[in-house]
């Protein structure tokens, strides 16, 4: 078991719902969070509460990341570990999803997770202990979303990256964690968007955290790498 006291993790997608439980599990464990978002307002109050530290970037742009990681660094004094939320879904069946929506769902997806990682993993392997985690999809782990099948291929590419990171990692002591939400999460914007649903049958967002807390526990010896997290029976 690996203690993750005053490691610092740097989340991406701060602002968002599922990011908030994972910066709680991570903080209540002694971890400091960097929480980064788009706009520095949507993390700074919650970075506060939580003893960490808010940072703005665009994280779809490479050299906005790497800036990023060198202002992490210096500000918290260490990067032990990047936790990647960002994403996006649109469900649509193939015949009627315009054209531009592959951009944007795998840009969300993929990109996002590629250049964060890229600019994270230098660091990790100079001290060779780390963590890198991204979030893929129930689809993704069953290999078909009829309706969807735009963000089912987005979440596969997420899934089939870090399953290649971590076979890249071999011999080293940086350790890589998927986690798949097999349902839906019960976050704001969904119980927004499905007034008419039974959120109590939605997978519980703290479940996320804990998992995620979990995975970067465990040390080289017992490394789990993917994990999907089911809603009630």
């Known amino acids: 078991m690996s203690d993750v006291t005053g490691k610092v993790y740097l989340l991406t997608g701060g602002g968002g719902a599922i990011a908030a439980s994972i910066a709680e599990a991570f903080a209540k464990a002694g971890a400091r969070l960097a929480l980064v978002d788009r706009q520095l307002e949507h993390v700074q109050e919650r970075a506060k509460a939580l003893g960490g530290a808010a940072f703005a970037a665009d994280v779809s742009k490479f050299d906005q990341v790497q800036t990023l990681v060198s202002q992490v660094r210096q500000r918290m004094g260490r990067l032990d570990g990047l936790i990647h939320t960002v994403g996006g879904f649109s469900a649509g069946k193939v015949l009627e999803s315009d054209p531009a929506l592959y951009d944007r769902l795998f840009d969300l997806n993929v990109r996002t997770l590629f250049y964060c990682t890229r600019a994270v993993l230098p660091v990790l392997l100079e001290q060779n202990d780390g963590f890198i985690a991204g979030i893929s999809a129930g689809a993704a782990w069953r290999g078909a979303g009829p309706g969807m099948a735009l963000y089912t291929a987005a979440k596969s590419a997420v899934a089939a990256f870090l399953r290649s990171l971590d076979a890249e990692l071999k011999g080293t002591?940086?350790?890589?964690?998927?986690?798949?939400?097999?349902?839906?999460?019960?976050?704001p914007a969904n119980r927004r968007d499905m007034?008419?649903?039974?959120p109590t049958t939605w997978i519980d967002p703290a479940e996320i955290g804990q998992t995620l807390l979990y995975a970067a526990s465990r040390s080289a010896r017992g490394r789990v790498l993917e994990l999907p997290v089911y809603p009630p029976r």
């Open 173 to 187: 002591n940086v350790r890589v964690a998927v986690v798949y939400p097999m349902g839906t999460v019960d976050t």
């Open 195 to 198: 007034p008419d649903a039974d």
